[in-house]
RNA sequence: GCGGGUGUGGCGAAAUUGGUAGACGCGCUAGACUUAGGAUCUAGUGCUGUGAGGCUUGGGGGUUCGAGUCCCUCCACCCGCACCA
């Protein structure tokens, strides 16, 4: 019974590749179906346990999908232009091409190690020039558009120009930057570089001077979803705003569209709420605040409560809002500006700090309702990127306006009668209206809409919608990226590329550093940079998120030079139908794929306004963290480890300086609770960390040096954390695979849990599955290594067994569950065994079944079986329910709810019969006493209730 | 603070529409075979009780003949956003 996996994977490797088994093509007479993982960027660390999670997941169900009839598209690629790639040049003088590509070839090894069923033909990579000729390419397109607003669509700037040629700004629907009027005269007069620096305002893809995220230490700027809590997401490095010209995309033109768009999509929900609150979308209205005193100025507010602005007692600005040195009187000048000042001081990490801190402006505004003076503010607490950076202040209805009435002694008008709803606190859309004039008695909601109708029709203001969503950040000053099909005229003017000069290749380097005024290290190339005369190429390069924005439409048509995917191709394909992947990826690739997947939709590329139907997050696996107890106080000047057992026993909490994480190869009995440091392990462990030598040891036998260490055990601390290099918690999937086989790999992946959960990585567990396996395999072959299926009639109960697996197995693959249908295989095999059955009428079935969990094995089997097709291109086995139906049925028997005895009945018997047998057992008739029966509950194949 | 999610044995977890809670695996206990076992096989294993039985899905309450599942309420943990007007 020897199952050697090592020879059957080699084996079937080979095979599969020499008859490329996995190869698809558009194919007309089947279904299509489109199964994605989130392509991985090449990392120098390779793969661990945890990534080939969601592959595996995507595999299985690309499998079984195959067997049940559709074309399956299931490719793989690589995100391969990065910043790591671009450090680590940096530090080691290591091309970026060749360390990503070396990188590719060691992850192609571990993916092919797992059998994973990747049409490898296709393979992408983003630095391929072939391949980011086309991210060049709709780049421009993004240039070359503008987004109509009463259209809701993306038109040719051409359309614009025309527009604006005839009767200017006037009647123009277009999202924009910011809305500058101008007459038709005024636009044909305009030079050159005035029109362009006009359409800018338009274009999806723009230039603009503006504030950036400017991370010093890695010498570029970044996108809003890279800063996480004011330091890099990569790297934990300071990111400060800076004012740099820089491209930017206009996601925001597509806000609403990004909203809406997610309703339809069977995403789960927390992920659909990530997206939500990125976009950040609140209903509201503009009104115009008329300064006192100033017949120039007034100050625009947005609100989502008109319904309040009779509690407005004070306005309030932000600290660098653009009006604020305008309006500001002369004798508190002083004061605002130092204010002004020390708050610019303090945004970079400002979240949560709640801040009554301000200053009066000496200026007044003017209610535009009651026409009374209301003083002008600026505060801490109003941000210049929000809303208009201005705000009209209701301390009745709002508790930051409260406090900071309550701090400044500002009047408070209580607006909102709560009486009726003792629960709700401000803000809450709870209560009815009062002290509001002709508002009062009203509840919120019928207020809101009152107010925002007396608003519009007296010109005080105007409904709106507003986005948190800000435009995307474009420009990198990086060298392993793609570089930007632009270049610029004398004037500085952007000229773009024309589609036969594509793509534009990055240059040979060799020296990564960044040029001294922060461009990108492609300035330091003049030969690039000036390709002739009066020509300056744009130096930055795209960031990380270009090229995965739209790679899963190249998987369709990889090789294609004329075209990003053929017509055909992407007419069969259409979109992604599963995509599987982390919900790290949930505002940044997520979100700026569906942006330019609108825009190809908008201009008929694609033919779907969606391009990722379902998704699934894939959970982390995470490691365990061993680590060893160290004591504060040294002992006698020596190191001074204690067994956990002992700690936790003495509560010696506080006197421990810190946990000393432990090279997982050292524990024995890794990951469980007695997880403890043998002999050899601590002789590993000095020798890995020869500073503690010297140090002794504690456990309850008494204190040793490592020398005297003897039968005793060294009790380490266990806990649940990220598997990483530096708890060196690492568990490689190669490791685990020589070991126990890859289906094993596979299959034990699976049965830790359901696959959108994280969970550790346990190593003890693997052993179940790994039996199992040999278990299914000794049904096939016995201890002598010979066949042993036979073709005898099947044994009673086998159909039964083997039709309620194919059963379970169909219905759990389609909903994901692959836990659950693994247990349901280790069921049916252990039943076969039982029954000692060997009839090729139901070990072929299973073989089939199990084929998309075990790739490796099925095939083996399935072969020996006599079969000249694989397995994987066979039909998925339909179970039969005549098997599955009973004609006996064991019922419970319950009184009042609890089950108090069964019976076993034909299944076709009436309710009367039913109630009349389960009367008559004796336990029921020791449970009745006597007692009269006052409804008698039967559900045919279910139960019997008695209710006494 | 707001939004989303999750709470079931010693552990990972099952449970279809409200119908025998804890399938399957790990671990543990006992036994068999063994020179040996960290191999294999068999049996047992939610808690409690000698037993009949009683209790049990984070806590409390409700609807129901019957609730892990539905409703109300509280608690804990995880994730996201966070002075968002």
């Given at each position: 019974?020897?199952?050697?996996?090592?020879?059957?994977?080699?084996?079937?490797?080979?095979?599969?590749?020499?008859?490329?088994?996995?190869?698809?093509?558009?194919?007309?007479?089947?279904?299509?179906?489109?199964?994605?993982?989130?392509?991985?960027?090449?990392?120098?660390?390779?793969?661990?346990?945890?990534?080939?999670?969601?592959?595996?997941?995507?595999?299985?169900?690309?499998?079984?999908?195959?067997?049940?009839?559709?074309?399956?598209?299931?490719?793989?690629?690589?995100?391969?232009?990065?910043?790591?790639?671009?450090?680590?040049?940096?530090?080691?003088?290591?091309?970026?091409?060749?360390?990503?590509?070396?990188?590719?070839?060691?992850?192609?090894?571990?993916?092919?190690?797992?059998?994973?069923?990747?049409?490898?033909?296709?393979?992408?990579?983003?630095?391929?020039?072939?391949?980011?000729?086309?991210?060049?390419?709709?780049?421009?397109?993004?240039?070359?558009?503008?987004?109509?607003?009463?259209?809701?669509?993306?038109?040719?700037?051409?359309?614009?120009?025309?527009?604006?040629?005839?009767?200017?700004?006037?009647?123009?629907?277009?999202?924009?930057?910011?809305?500058?009027?101008?007459?038709?005269?005024?636009?044909?007069?305009?030079?050159?570089?005035?029109?362009?620096?006009?359409?800018?305002?338009?274009?999806?893809?723009?230039?603009?001077?503006?504030?950036?995220?400017?991370?010093?230490?890695?010498?570029?700027?970044?996108?809003?979803?890279?800063?996480?809590?004011?330091?890099?997401?990569?790297?934990?490095?300071?990111?400060?705003?800076?004012?740099?010209?820089?491209?930017?995309?206009?996601?925001?033109?597509?806000?609403?569209?990004?909203?809406?768009?997610?309703?339809?999509?069977?995403?789960?929900?927390?992920?659909?709420?990530?997206?939500?609150?990125?976009?950040?979308?609140?209903?509201?209205?503009?009104?115009?605040?008329?300064?006192?005193?100033?017949?120039?100025?007034?100050?625009?507010?947005?609100?989502?409560?008109?319904?309040?602005?009779?509690?407005?007692?004070?306005?309030?600005?932000?600290?660098?809002?653009?009006?604020?040195?305008?309006?500001?009187?002369?004798?508190?000048?002083?004061?605002?500006?130092?204010?002004?000042?020390?708050?610019?001081?303090?945004?970079?990490?400002?979240?949560?700090?709640?801040?009554?801190?301000?200053?009066?402006?000496?200026?007044?505004?003017?209610?535009?309702?009651?026409?009374?003076?209301?003083?002008?503010?600026?505060?801490?607490?109003?941000?210049?990127?929000?809303?208009?950076?201005?705000?009209?202040?209701?301390?009745?209805?709002?508790?930051?306006?409260?406090?900071?009435?309550?701090?400044?002694?500002?009047?408070?008008?209580?607006?909102?009668?709560?009486?009726?709803?003792?629960?709700?606190?401000?803000?809450?859309?709870?209560?009815?209206?009062?002290?509001?004039?002709?508002?009062?008695?009203?509840?919120?909601?019928?207020?809101?809409?009152?107010?925002?109708?007396?608003?519009?029709?007296?010109?005080?203001?105007?409904?709106?919608?507003?986005?948190?969503?800000?435009?995307?950040?474009?420009?990198?000053?990086?060298?392993?990226?793609?570089?930007?099909?632009?270049?610029?005229?004398?004037?500085?003017?952007?000229?773009?590329?024309?589609?036969?000069?594509?793509?534009?290749?990055?240059?040979?380097?060799?020296?990564?550093?960044?040029?001294?005024?922060?461009?990108?290290?492609?300035?330091?190339?003049?030969?690039?940079?000036?390709?002739q005369a009066g020509i300056e190429r744009e130096t930055d390069t795209m960031p990380g998120y270009a090229g995965s924005s739209w790679y899963f439409l190249?998987?369709?048509?990889?090789?294609?030079?004329?075209?990003?995917?053929?017509?055909?191709?992407?007419?069969?394909?259409?979109?992604?139908?599963?995509?599987?992947?982390?919900?790290?990826?949930?505002?940044?690739?997520?979100?700026?794929?569906?942006?330019?997947?609108?825009?190809?939709?908008?201009?008929?590329?694609?033919?779907?306004?969606?391009?990722?139907?379902?998704?699934?997050?894939?959970?982390?696996?995470?490691?365990?963290?061993?680590?060893?107890?160290?004591?504060?106080?040294?002992?006698?000047?020596?190191?001074?480890?204690?067994?956990?057992?002992?700690?936790?026993?003495?509560?010696?909490?506080?006197?421990?300086?810190?946990?000393?994480?432990?090279?997982?190869?050292?524990?024995?009995?890794?990951?469980?609770?007695?997880?403890?440091?043998?002999?050899?392990?601590?002789?590993?462990?000095?020798?890995?960390?020869?500073?503690?030598?010297?140090?002794?040891?504690?456990?309850?036998?008494?204190?040793?040096?490592?020398?005297?260490?003897?039968?005793?055990?060294?009790?380490?601390?266990?806990?649940?954390?990220?598997?990483?290099?530096?708890?060196?918690?690492?568990?490689?999937?190669?490791?685990?695979?020589?070991?126990?086989?890859?289906?094993?790999?596979?299959?034990?992946?699976?049965?830790?849990?359901?696959?959108?959960?994280?969970?550790?990585?346990?190593?003890?567990?693997?052993?179940?599955?790994?039996?199992?396996?040999?278990?299914?395999?000794?049904?096939?072959?016995?201890?002598?290594?010979?066949?042993?299926?036979?073709?005898?009639?099947?044994?009673?109960?086998?159909?039964?067994?083997?039709?309620?697996?194919?059963?379970?197995?169909?219905?759990?693959?389609?909903?994901?569950?692959?836990?659950?249908?693994?247990?349901?295989?280790?069921?049916?095999?252990?039943?076969?065994?039982?029954?000692?059955?060997?009839?090729?009428?139901?070990?072929?079935?299973?073989?089939?079944?199990?084929?998309?969990?075990?790739?490796?094995?099925?095939?083996?089997?399935?072969?020996?079986?006599?079969?000249?097709?694989?397995?994987?291109?066979?039909?998925?086995?339909?179970?039969?329910?005549?098997?599955?139906?009973?004609?006996?049925?064991?019922?419970?028997?319950?009184?009042?709810?609890?089950?108090?005895?069964?019976?076993?009945?034909?299944?076709?018997?009436?309710?009367?019969?039913?109630?009349?047998?389960?009367?008559?057992?004796?336990?029921?008739?020791?449970?009745?006493?006597?007692?009269?029966?006052?409804?008698?509950?039967?559900?045919?194949?279910?139960?019997?209730?008695?209710?006494?």
């Amino acid at each position: 019974m020897k199952l050697d996996y090592q020879r059957i994977e080699a084996k079937w490797r080979k095979t599969w590749t020499e008859t490329q088994l996995y190869r698809v093509n558009e194919d007309l007479s089947k279904p299509k179906y489109y199964v994605l993982d989130m392509f991985p960027y090449p990392s120098g660390a390779g793969l661990h346990v945890g990534h080939p999670l969601g592959y595996v997941a995507s595999d299985i169900f690309s499998r079984y999908k195959r067997m049940s009839g559709f074309n399956v598209l299931h490719p793989m690629g690589y995100d391969a232009f990065g910043l790591p790639a671009e450090q680590y040049a940096l530090d080691t003088g290591v091309h970026p091409a060749k360390s990503t590509s070396d990188n590719i070839t060691r992850y192609r090894t571990q993916l092919d190690n797992i059998g994973l069923s990747f049409d490898w033909s296709r393979q992408v990579r983003t630095d391929d020039p072939k391949y980011y000729k086309w991210t060049q390419w709709i780049f421009l397109l993004l240039y070359q558009h503008y987004y109509d607003t009463s259209k809701q669509t993306a038109v040719p700037i051409a359309d614009l120009i025309a527009h604006f040629e005839k009767f200017g700004s006037e009647n123009v629907t277009a999202a924009s930057s910011q809305h500058v009027p101008f007459t038709a005269e005024n636009w044909n007069t305009m030079t050159a570089e005035e029109q362009n620096a006009m359409l800018m305002n338009y274009r999806l893809a723009y230039r603009k001077v503006g504030y950036v995220n400017w991370c010093e230490a890695l010498g570029t700027v970044l996108a809003n979803d890279e800063v996480k809590d004011g330091v890099s997401e990569r790297g934990g490095f300071p990111v400060v705003q800076k004012e740099m010209l820089q491209w930017s995309l206009r996601i925001t033109a597509y806000a609403e569209r990004l909203l809406s768009g997610m309703d339809g999509l069977q995403w789960n929900e927390s992920l659909k709420t990530i997206q939500r609150n990125w976009i950040g979308k609140s209903e509201g209205a503009f009104v115009d605040f008329r300064v006192a005193d100033n017949l120039e100025q007034s100050i625009k507010i947005f609100t989502t409560r008109p319904d309040t602005i009779y509690g407005a007692t004070f306005m309030v600005l932000a600290p660098d809002h653009d009006l604020v040195p305008l309006i500001t009187s002369d004798d508190r000048k002083k004061e605002v500006e130092a204010f002004a000042e020390k708050s610019k001081n303090k945004t970079t990490n400002r979240t949560g700090v709640k801040t009554t801190e301000g200053m009066w402006t000496g200026a007044y505004a003017v209610h535009p309702l009651s026409g009374e003076n209301i003083p002008i503010y600026i505060a801490d607490y109003v941000l210049k990127d929000y809303g208009t950076g201005a705000i009209m202040a209701v301390p009745g209805d709002d508790e930051r306006d409260n406090a900071f009435a309550t701090q400044h002694n500002l009047p408070i008008v209580e607006i909102i009668d709560r009486s009726e709803y003792p629960n709700a606190g401000m803000g809450d859309h709870e209560g009815v209206l009062q002290n509001s004039i002709f508002l009062n008695g009203l509840p919120i909601d019928e207020a809101i809409q009152k107010m925002l109708d007396y608003l519009e029709k007296n010109k005080l203001g105007i409904r709106q919608t507003e986005y948190k969503l800000r435009d995307a950040n474009f420009s990198r000053q990086r060298y392993w990226g793609e570089p930007f099909p632009v270049y610029y005229d004398q004037n500085g003017m952007p000229v773009e590329l024309n589609q036969n000069d594509l793509p534009l290749e990055l240059p040979e380097l060799d020296d990564f550093k960044p040029s001294p005024d922060g461009r990108s290290p492609l300035a330091r190339i003049d030969t690039w940079m000036k390709p002739q005369a009066g020509i300056e190429r744009e130096t930055d390069t795209m960031p990380g998120y270009a090229g995965s924005s739209w790679y899963f439409l190249r998987y369709m048509d990889p090789d294609n030079q004329n075209e990003f995917a053929s017509k055909e191709a992407i007419n069969y394909w259409q979109d992604v139908d599963l995509y599987v992947g982390g919900i790290e990826h949930a505002v940044g690739h997520l979100m700026y794929s569906r942006f330019w997947h609108k825009v190809l939709y908008d201009l008929n590329f694609v033919p779907t306004e969606e391009p990722f139907k379902k998704l699934i997050n894939q959970g982390m696996i995470q490691g365990i963290v061993e680590s060893i107890l160290l004591m504060k106080e040294r002992d006698n000047g020596y190191y001074h480890f204690v067994s956990a057992d002992i700690a936790s026993e003495r509560k010696l909490d506080d006197t421990i300086v810190s946990a000393i994480p432990v090279h997982i190869d050292f524990v024995s009995d890794y990951g469980h609770p007695d997880s403890h440091l043998t002999k050899e392990g601590i002789e590993a462990f000095i020798k890995w960390r020869p500073e503690y030598t010297e140090a002794l040891f504690e456990t309850k036998n008494g204190v040793f040096t490592a020398s005297q260490f003897g039968e005793e055990q060294l009790v380490t601390k266990s806990e649940v954390g990220k598997m990483s290099k530096r708890y060196h918690n690492v568990v490689n999937p190669d490791d685990v695979i020589a070991r126990y086989g890859a289906d094993c790999f596979r299959m034990y992946e699976m049965f830790l849990g359901p696959i959108e959960q994280s969970k550790p990585w346990d190593t003890m567990g693997i052993e179940g599955v790994s039996k199992f396996l040999k278990k299914l395999w000794s049904l096939y072959y016995n201890e002598q290594d010979e066949w042993i299926v036979t073709n005898d009639e099947p044994k009673e109960g086998s159909l039964k067994i083997l039709h309620a697996s194919i059963k379970k197995a169909t219905e759990d693959i389609e909903r994901f569950s692959f836990n659950t249908s693994i247990s349901q295989f280790m069921i049916c095999v252990n039943e076969l065994r039982k029954l000692d059955e060997h009839s090729s009428q139901v070990l072929s079935p299973l073989v089939q079944i199990i084929a998309p969990f075990a790739p490796y094995i099925a095939e083996e089997l399935w072969e020996a079986l006599g079969n000249t097709i694989s397995v994987h291109k066979s039909s998925f086995p339909q179970f039969d329910k005549t098997y599955l139906v009973e004609n006996v049925f064991t019922y419970p028997v319950c009184i009042n709810g609890k089950k108090r005895s069964e019976i076993t009945l034909l299944k076709d018997v009436t309710n009367q019969q039913i109630e009349e047998q389960a009367k008559a057992l004796p336990e029921v008739i020791k449970w009745l006493e006597d007692k009269p029966i006052k409804k008698v509950i039967i559900i045919p194949e279910k139960m019997i209730n008695f209710v006494i």
